[in-house]
């Protein structure tokens, strides 16, 4: 049973940087297509980047260029590094991952989520 972790998130000033984590357990984080999604107060969930199990990323144009994601298999962990953080930015933030390759944005897609971890940020 996969089970995933978030951790990292906090309050932060616009400008500011964070970084989240979601850490696997009970399967091979290498074998796993990920993902971060956000949904935010009174906003549906949307797509923030998707790295597949062979590295191919792909973001959402809101975040290109602030966010990075990336994924150190040896710790099982995905992480999503956040710079120039906006008020719209705010939210609660999901890890999500499948089995396999996969670079899509759609969540219906994705078989296993954590719990969130919530991102403020104030300007």
């Known amino acids: 049973q996969v089970q995933l972790v978030e951790s990292g998130g906090s309050s932060a000033q616009a400008g500011g940087s964070l970084r989240l984590s979601c850490v696997v357990s009970g399967y091979d984080a290498s074998r796993l297509s990920m993902a971060w999604f956000r949904q935010g107060p009174g906003k549906e969930r949307e797509h923030v980047a998707t790295?597949?199990?062979?590295?191919?990323?792909k973001y959402a144009d809101s975040v290109k260029g602030r966010f990075t994601i990336s994924k150190d298999d040896a710790k099982n962990t995905l992480y999503l590094q956040m710079n120039s953080l906006k008020p719209e930015d705010t939210a609660m933030y999901y890890c999500?991952?499948?089995?396999?390759?996969?670079?899509?944005?759609?969540?219906?897609?994705?078989?296993?989520w954590g719990q969130g971890t919530q991102v403020t940020v104030s300007s």
């Open positions: 999500a991952a499948l089995s396999g390759w996969a670079i899509t944005t759609n969540p219906d897609l994705f078989d296993y």
């Open positions: 790295i597949a199990n062979v590295g191919t990323i």
